[in-house]
């Protein structure tokens, strides 16, 4: 069974470092999402893509995290400097499509950050 | 933050009690779905709901919609110790996925 990629799996930074995540989701789905859940949470968005264009990144804190989807496939996540209240999982997620109708997300294993 | 809410955040039950979760909205939903997140492990899609008072069942779970698309819950008979782990919901609003803060299952032996 098609999964979600992500690496690393697990990330340990020093604060002001950056970082970044990779995730390839499942063949062939055009909508893909970053998410970061903090312990005890549910997953809040940070960025959706449909194909290679962002089609919400409200939630983004733009000063410091980047994400880009280049070719419509794969997407990386940055954080440029990593502050302490970054630690999180940080899930990737993948659908066939967005929009309201049907769109079953599937999600990665997810990245563990810790910022020390 | 949070604009979906669930309750409870936790319930501890004996193996073979029944376990309820809920979710509100104060807006209307386009539809709701809900995930399973095992411990350490990724949310797990399980169903989703759009309907107003659709009523879904799968095995010993089933999941309700509200009338005015505002509440959901998630009710699983006679619980099993393969149940544990994290159910949210998680709410549409327009393109975007809204997810509740879930509900901690744990089940005792």
């Known amino acids: 069974e098609a999964e979600v990629a992500q690496s690393p799996r697990y990330k340990i930074t020093e604060k002001s470092q950056a970082v970044a995540f990779w995730c390839d989701p499942i063949s062939g789905h055009a909508t893909l999402y970053w998410y970061r859940q903090i312990l005890g949470q549910g997953p809040e968005l940070l960025v959706q893509?449909?194909?290679?264009?962002?089609?919400?990144d409200s939630q983004l804190p733009k000063d410091r995290f980047s994400a880009e989807r280049l070719k419509g496939v794969d997407s990386t996540l940055k954080i440029q400097p990593a502050e302490l209240g970054d630690s999180a999982m940080y899930l990737c997620?993948?659908?066939?499509?967005?929009?309201?109708?049907?769109?079953?997300?599937?999600f990665g294993p997810g990245t563990r950050l810790t910022v020390l | 933050g949070q604009q979906v809410m669930q309750i409870p955040q936790y319930q501890h039950v004996q193996e073979g009690e029944d376990f309820t979760t809920y979710c509100n909205s104060s807006t209307t939903l386009s539809n709701i779905q809900w995930y399973k997140q095992r411990p350490g492990g990724h949310p797990v899609f399980l169903i989703q709901?759009?309907?107003?008072?659709e009523v879904k069942k799968q095995k010993r779970l089933t999941f309700q919609f509200g009338e005015a698309k505002k509440n959901s819950s998630l009710h699983i008979t006679a619980t099993q110790t393969t149940d544990v782990g994290t159910y949210f919901c998680a709410g549409r609003r327009g393109n975007k996925l809204v997810f509740g803060a879930g509900t901690i299952l744990r089940v005792k032996s």
């Open positions: 709901l759009v309907k107003s008072g």
């Open positions: 997620a993948s659908s066939l499509r967005g929009g309201s109708g049907l769109n079953t997300q599937y």
């Open positions: 893509f449909q194909d290679e264009s962002v089609v919400d």
